[in-house]
């Protein structure tokens, strides 16, 4: 989200475990869509500011800094990786040590058509473990490491598992995009929202190191931002989210929100030059046109995304069906083959399918 990001999921769910025992009122999609009483409001009209919005919002409850690339090998061989920090506060504010009410989690995978690898960590705020500084920016959960400029114009990526690592440079391509309105981006039609951008042009360079050796590897990243208090209704159950990169140069990213009372969608169009246009309500539809049986759950893994207005009608492909994030708070996410109209590339996330029969139970 993106909208992504079941992202701040992972830490809000042991937030609201910490704060609300009892079994409760719906609250969306691990527990997202949870009143946020104390905590900054996201309000339309309010300006970004970089550097500053490149760093840590503690007044606001959820907050992620998101990376994804594919990348490809001197054979060939086709790579994704993903890397994600993710604040959650218990309160508003900040305080040292101890004290700090902001909770921590990292999540790092590295996919390839015949394997998935994925590692977490987590941690508190106030002690040194994790944490987003500024000049230089530097983002951290234990050794795990963005840093840069405080423009992020270039950013070393590294994040270790039991049976991965990955040390990865990245040189941005292009401007930042501010998502839905100037960056306010809404999640649905009772006007949950985030403040929400993305640098999505890296080129990136590096090497992964997997149980068959070192690989050499180059690609394109994609950085999504967003921070929110409340950006889930109570009825959305998941959600679906695209960062899609064409061989003609534009990108899309779009997402679908499942609700009981319905599907919101929204979604950017970016030209090649970086030039970002928010698409109106229903331009951007998608329909999954295949599943596959992951971790005991039907998942979509090809999906048809159609544009009629800018003559896009593609299929996203999975490259491993399998790309399960076998985490505390678990979710589908991937790279993806791009075929159709255009050709192309990127990443898909995907949250909030329940496992059924025997699975369920585990």
């Known amino acids: 989200m993106n909208a992504r990001t079941l992202c701040a999921l992972m830490i809000a769910v042991l937030a609201l475990t910490v704060q ?4 409760a009122r719906a609250q969306g999609f691990a527990g997202l869509g949870a009143d946020a009483e104390g905590f900054a409001p996201v309000r339309p009209g309010v300006p970004l500011r970089f550097p500053a919005d490149h760093g840590p919002h503690p007044d606001f409850r959820i907050e992620w800094w998101y990376l994804t690339a594919n990348l490809t090998a001197a054979d060939g061989t086709e790579y994704g990786i993903q890397w994600t920090l993710f604040r959650n506060a218990l309160r508003p504010g900040e305080a040292e040590g101890w004290r700090s ?11 390839s058509a015949r394997a998935h690898r994925f590692a977490e960590r987590r941690a508190r705020g106030g002690i040194g473990q994790a944490g987003v500084t500024l000049s230089p920016f530097t983002a951290w959960i234990d050794d795990w490491r963005m840093e840069g400029p405080d423009d992020l114009s270039r950013l070393r990526l590294r994040a270790s598992g039991s049976d991965f690592s990955y040390d990865l440079t990245l040189q941005a391509r292009g401007p930042l995009v501010l998502h839905g309105r100037q960056g306010y981006s809404v999640k649905s039609a009772q006007g949950q929202a985030s403040y929400y951008y993305s640098q999505p042009e890296y080129d990136v360079s590096g090497t992964l190191v997997l149980p068959e050796g070192r690989v050499e590897v180059t690609g ?6 967003e921070w929110s208090s ?33 599907d919101f969608t929204a979604a950017t169009w970016i030209e090649a030059d970086g030039t970002a246009t928010a698409l109106a309500a229903g331009a951007f539809e998608v329909e999954p046109l295949e599943t596959a049986r992951v971790a005991g759950r039907e998942v979509p893994v ?27 708070f678990p979710y589908w996410e991937g790279p993806v083959r791009i075929s159709g109209s255009h050709a192309g590339r990127g990443y898909l996330e995907m949250t909030g399918y329940e496992a059924r029969g025997a699975d369920a139970a585990r």
């Open 230 to 262: 409340q950006p889930l209704a109570g009825d959305q159950a998941g959600w679906d989210w695209f960062g899609l990169r064409l061989d003609s140069g534009e990108k899309l990213m779009a997402f679908r929100l499942r609700g009981a009372s319905g």
């Open 20 to 23: 609300t025992p009892e079994p």
């Open 101 to 111: 009410p902001q909770l921590w989690m990292g999540n790092a995978a590295v996919t």
């Open 220 to 225: 394109k990243g994609w950085l999504d931002r």
């Open 302 to 328: 090809r999906w048809r995304i159609r544009l009629p207005g800018r003559g896009l009608d593609v299929e996203a492909t999975a490259l491993n069906p399998q790309s399960w994030m076998g985490t505390s």
